[in-house]
């Protein structure tokens, strides 16, 4: 169980921190780097949610 948060946690860590640098590729006009790390973002943080319900 404690294995598993610790990955739940990391894929959110991961999450936020392309989320971070989501906007400051918008902020500097490059909107398909924005785009590709929300995508990202989205996924970690679905991945986190599966697993945290146990479902990988």
Request: charged residues 30%; proline residues 0%.
């Amino acid at each position: 169980m404690v294995r598993r948060l610790k990955f739940i946690e990391s894929y959110l860590r991961n999450a936020r921190e392309r989320i971070k640098l989501a906007r400051i590729s918008a902020e500097s006009g490059f909107y398909n780097n924005a785009v590709r790390l929300c995508q990202e973002s989205v996924e970690l943080s679905l991945k986190a949610a599966l697993r945290l319900y146990g479902i990988e």
